[in-house]
């Protein structure tokens, strides 16, 4: 009997050896990816084995930490994961959960379950990733160990000691593979944000993190009895609010729907769903039928209360939830996902209940909380409001005649109309405007002079960017529209010039108004950076002048360290130009117009991007970074713009 058993354990074995071997062949196609996020899902993995246990009703604390030897532990107080032998496989359990792929579900006896389905790999998969993993579980009055190597099974489960009978749980430690990821060391700030977000949809539940690491010595306990309440006041915080959280619970055929919402007063919307705990990061049927409930209800009480009137259409699904951050968390007994990441959940009937729960919850809640619903309601009309301002200004910009010129009359066409040969500079300021004019070859240049700063577009809302006469003359002047919001109308065919330059000063604000340009072309005309189509003008910092010869223009700091160098002791006058309004109208064409002699710098996506980053935060409300960025890169922006 025993040689039968271990006979078996033999052919089990070779056929688990493939299956983790599989795991740490391809790494990528059970976590993820073997970079920090990788990482970092070994834990999460093993967390929501605990998890689990919580949601079965045995375990109400887990333990998580980060040790001084680049091991990561996690504990519970569930049940312990059984020791008995299987009898069709000869392994206990324990040794089942970490060494054969998707083994954890098979123990679960119903309920709902993270771990061992599509999203929860396993713990094999941990184990098969692993230096080394060790398991200790406290059952039965027993204390029980096993460990592993690189997914091998080292030892057989073994007794090592005892305990008090009730003190029963799972306790896990493992090394990451540094033959597999590329970063070993774990980063505890998305871990703690995950422990605490886990620590929010289960009330009941205490989550203790632990760094124990040298020098990042912390221990943080994460217990939210106001659960999904609390996540959206978290989420809210610093937000001006419109009313206090709204939530509801309850459950149908098995299925249980939790929401909490909020209104601020901004215009985004932010809708977290989770099915089961697991973050649906693509939506699903649980979200579209609670969007598609909220929008019905509110409709419905506008309209009720005359604040949408016969004539007027129904507020839109966005116009409702504009200002929402929302929480739509459902427990499903059988969750179906779908999509890229498969985080979309596909369950026909969790879309039916929520919605269902949503509208019989909505109408009870608004009926006896009136201030609350006409609150939401005024949202949803500040957001229709300003779409239908939108689309006019949107309509009002494309009825436009195609060769329109400029709506304020700056732009100085060029006489061509052969786009191949055309070039337009954009030119900060009325002086440097007026200088370009006279400079330029009126044939095949056109100039464009904008005064100050232009709109931000990053954060500036879609009517206000269109209001905005610098950039309606510079959408009119290209000639090719648009892209943003409603449908692509960009048509680069229909671009009438080859070169677009940006030309601003040698400064800090030059370079500033230059970001907000680029900002600009990478949000609402990418396809003209994408084609080489914009350039930036290299204006020169400096003309030098010998006591005999020529002058010479030196475009940067560097240069003129160089000059200096190669004509020590030499007698020359230094110019420094201060702005492109100090040049008159030949020394313009010499240093910056004529393609002869000028100096452009092409401009590739990156820096487009890099310019919208930039701008979020030059733009943003918080100032001492802003003041930080300019003053460190202030040399750098006198060299480039
Ligand atoms: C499964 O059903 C029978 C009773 O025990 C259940 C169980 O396995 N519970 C359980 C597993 N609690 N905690 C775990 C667990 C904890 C860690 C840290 C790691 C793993 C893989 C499982």
């Known amino acids: 009997m025993a040689t039968k058993v271990t006979n078996e354990y033999t052919a089990d074995s070779i056929a688990v050896l493939e299956g983790l071997e599989a795991v740490r062949k391809r790494p990528g196609m059970y976590i993820g990816s073997v970079s920090t996020k990788g990482l970092n899902h070994l ?8 998890v689990d246990e919580h949601l079965a009703g045995y375990c109400n604390e887990i333990y998580v930490s980060l040790n001084g030897d680049g091991t990561a532990t996690v504990k519970d107080n569930g049940r312990g994961i059984p020791v008995g032998i299987n009898k069709k496989t000869g392994l206990t359990a324990v040794e089942m959960v970490f060494t054969i792929l998707h083994a954890g579900g098979k123990f679960g006896t119903g309920g709902y379950k993270i771990s061992g389905g599509l999203h929860g790999v396993g713990a094999s998969v941990v184990n098969a990733l692993s230096t080394y993993l060790t398991v200790c579980v406290h059952q039965g009055g027993k204390v029980y160990e096993q460990r592993y190597e690189q997914g091998k099974t080292m030892n057989q489960l073994t007794e090592t000691g005892s305990c008090r009978k009730n003190d029963t749980g799972t306790e896990v430690t493992f090394l990451p593979d540094d033959t597999i990821f590329e970063k070993t060391y774990f980063k505890e700030e998305s871990i703690i944000s995950r422990l605490h977000e886990t620590a929010y949809l289960n009330p009941n539940l205490t989550i203790t993190f632990e760094n124990k690491r040298f020098g990042e010595e912390k221990k943080l306990t994460f217990h939210e009895p106001d659960g999904i309440r609390a996540y959206v006041e978290a989420l809210n915080e610093g937000k001006e609010k419109v009313h206090d959280v709204v939530y509801y619970k309850n459950d149908r055929d098995g299925i249980e729907l939790e929401v909490a919402f909020q209104f601020v007063d901004e215009f985004q919307e932010n809708i977290l769903g989770f099915c089961n705990d697991i973050y649906t990061q693509e939506g699903g049927t649980h979200i579209t039928g609670f969007k598609a409930k909220f929008t019905t209800v509110l409709n419905q009480y506008a309209r009720e209360l005359g604040i949408l009137k016969e004539k007027d259409s129904n507020f839109t699904g966005s ?12 427990k499903h007994p059988d969750p ?6 498969k985080t979309k959940l596909d369950n026909p009937d969790a879309g039916k209940i929520t919605g269902d729960i949503t509208g019989e919850e909505l109408v009870l809640f608004f009926d006896k909380n009136l201030d609350t619903l006409k609150k939401v309601i005024s949202c949803a009309e500040k957001s229709a409001k300003i779409r239908k301002a939108e689309e006019k200004a949107k309509t009002n910009l494309l009825s436009k005649p195609k060769f329109s010129i400029d709506s304020n009359g700056k732009l100085a066409n060029c006489e061509s109309r052969k786009p191949e040969e055309c070039e337009v500079f954009i030119v900060e300021g009325d002086s440097a405007g007026g200088s370009a004019k006279t400079a330029r070859n009126r044939r095949t240049q056109a100039i464009l002079p904008i005064r100050g700063k232009i709109l931000n577009v990053e954060k500036a809302s879609m009517d206000k960017v269109l209001a905005n006469a610098e950039i309606k003359t510079m959408i009119n002047t290209f000639g090719c529209g648009f892209s943003e919001g409603y ?6 065919s229909k671009l009438r010039y080859n070169k677009i330059v940006i ?6 604000d030059g370079a500033h108004i230059a970001t907000l340009l680029l900002t600009f072309f990478y949000r609402f005309m990418p396809e003209l950076i994408l084609a080489g189509h914009v350039y930036i003008a290299m204006p020169p910092l400096y003309k030098v002048v010998p006591k005999r010869g020529e002058g010479t223009y030196l475009y940067d700091d560097r240069a003129l360290e160089l000059y200096r160098k190669e004509h020590k002791g030499q007698n020359f006058t230094l110019q420094r130009y201060k702005g492109l309004g100090e040049m008159d109208a030949s020394q313009l064409w010499e240093t910056t117009l004529n393609p002869e002699t000028r100096i452009l710098k092409q401009v590739g996506i990156e820096d487009g991007k890099m310019a919208s980053d930039v701008t979020g935060m030059l733009m943003g409300s918080d100032v001492a970074p802003r003041k930080k960025f300019i003053y460190e890169h202030a040399k750098e922006a006198e060299i480039d713009a």
């Open 43 to 50: 834990i999460y993995e093993i967390v929501d084995n605990s």
């Open 319 to 330: 116009d409702v939830r504009n200002g929402m951050t929302a929480v739509v968390a459902i």
């Open 336 to 341: 179906r996902f779908e999509g890229q990441t």
């Open 487 to 492: 449908g692509n109308d960009f048509d680069i």
């Open 503 to 508: 030309m601003t000063d040698a400064d800090v």
